[in-house]
């Protein structure tokens, strides 16, 4: 009883800290909004949109393999494996890292006239290479974190510090005498990724550090086991191919029209998206248990807990859903007057994001249960068709085509994905049973 009460307790717990971490998110995007104006958001969406795409190009997929093998590894107890594992990853973080920031500082102005709204644009990409840098450093500790049983831990620093500490820094900066205020932020959320970082590191290593002293472990090296660069290749090119498919609306604005407009959109795409940071509290519950139900051969459990994440991700998100539908000029309007031009933008993307969070967490199920080559193909599928759409869309309508190809694709994904999650699931459970019997 007081195990199952421990567990409610998490739970809530956990979804306490995401609720919260949202409401500082939304207060970061209307800080953004106001403080920076149009364009200040423009520069805001572009700086991020870069550098969330560029974290993951940089981690070749060793946060989302670290999911599910150190889960394992933490069931087994083996903490000093989980260390090797870290150590040679933090490595590899910080090598790529800097072939990215080299490559960026070189030809940032080159890119950024082609995708990022002019060569004036370049200092953007070029901060953005540093901040993936950091961030993969801070996002790879907490899904460490994670999967060692300290979600609590993970969500505190992930969801609530860090957009706690962007609003105050902003609030802060628009009171200060510093002229480039956008640029400076871009300055400010490097260090507080870099100190969140140090903070979350220093966590594991206390975390391990513990296990360690409980339980006695072999010295054996099992870094050829653990980082095995075959396998992590449908999770880094799934990673990135997810990623841009989500960023992508960001990524095409500036490419159809000005950076004032970009900014506009950018508030109304931020507001949708956050079923997206709802699924990523789900994801740092399920998906340990996604990986350690498949390895004890616990089918049934997967699929019940498949369907969980979808009815927790619709009751989150169908009040809001109504609410953009309803009223989406006000909602808008909150971030200023000039925002509201957005609201037809926020219908046609939230129609998309309302299918996406009714599929539940398909994607990462798929990576759990050894089928990501199965995810990258349909990631590759739908990824080509959304560029095809947004370029043709994005032509003939500009950001409202835009929009369209967004909320199109993201539908397309998730319902194929559930499609074949549901037919996988069936199969092994009927296996299970028939080898049961």
């Not at 995810?375 to 959304?386: G, I, K, N, Y």
Request: overall charge positive.
């Amino acid at each position: 009883m007081k195990k199952i009460i421990g567990k409610s307790m998490g739970f809530v717990y956990s979804f306490s800290i995401r609720l919260l971490g949202l409401f500082f998110q939304f207060a970061l995007s209307i800080a953004v909004a106001r403080l920076l104006g149009t364009a200040g958001a423009g520069i805001y969406s572009i700086y991020t949109s870069w550098f969330n795409l560029l974290s993951n190009a940089v981690s070749f997929g060793l946060p989302q393999y670290a999911i599910r093998h150190i889960s394992i590894l933490h069931a087994e107890k083996k903490p000093r494996q989980i260390k090797e594992f870290i150590i040679y990853s933090l490595k590899f973080f910080l090598f790529s890292g800097l072939i990215s920031i080299i490559v960026f500082y070189t030809f940032g102005n080159e890119l950024a006239q082609i995708a990022a709204g002019g060569a004036a644009n370049g200092y953007i990409l070029k901060l953005s290479a540093v901040a993936a840098t950091v961030f993969i450093i801070l996002k790879f500790f907490s899904e460490i974190l994670k999967s060692i049983n300290k979600l609590n831990i993970a969500m505190l620093i992930e969801s609530l510090l860090l957009p706690f500490f962007l609003v105050v820094s902003l609030y802060l900066l628009n009171n200060s005498s510093i002229s480039d205020k956008p640029q400076a932020f871009l300055n400010i959320h490097i260090g507080i990724l870099l100190i969140l970082s140090c903070i979350s590191w220093l966590l594991c290593k206390h975390e391990l550090h513990s296990l360690e002293e409980n339980k006695s472990t072999t010295t054996s090296s099992v870094v050829p086991e653990s980082v095995n660069f075959k396998k992590l290749v449908p999770f880094w090119l799934s990673s990135i191919l997810g990623m841009w498919f989500l960023s992508m609306p960001l990524l095409f604005a500036p490419v159809f029209s000005d950076i004032h407009d970009t900014g506009i959109f950018s508030s109304a795409y931020r507001l949708i998206t956050v079923i997206v940071n709802v699924m990523m509290v789900l994801s740092g519950i399920y998906g340990p248990r996604f990986a350690r139900n498949y390895n004890n051969n616990n089918y049934a459990l997967l699929y019940e807990d498949l369907k969980k994440t979808a009815y927790i991700s619709m009751g989150m998100f169908l009040p809001l859903f109504l609410i953009f539908m309803i009223f989406p000029s006000e909602i808008l309007g909150i971030f200023g007057a000039d925002f509201r031009a957005g609201a037809h933008w926020l219908q046609i993307m939230a129609a998309g994001q309302l299918i996406y969070s009714a599929t539940g967490l398909v994607g990462l199920l798929l990576n759990m249960i050894h089928k990501e080559k199965l995810e990258l193909m349909l990631m590759v599928l739908s990824s080509v068709l959304m560029v095809i759409m947004m370029l043709i869309l994005g032509y003939l309508y500009s950001i409202t085509g835009i929009a369209i190809a967004f909320a199109v694709g993201l539908a397309f994904k998730n319902l194929v994905s559930l499609f074949f999650a549901h037919s996988i699931l069936k199969k092994l459970i009927a296996t299970h049973i028939n080898h049961s019997a």
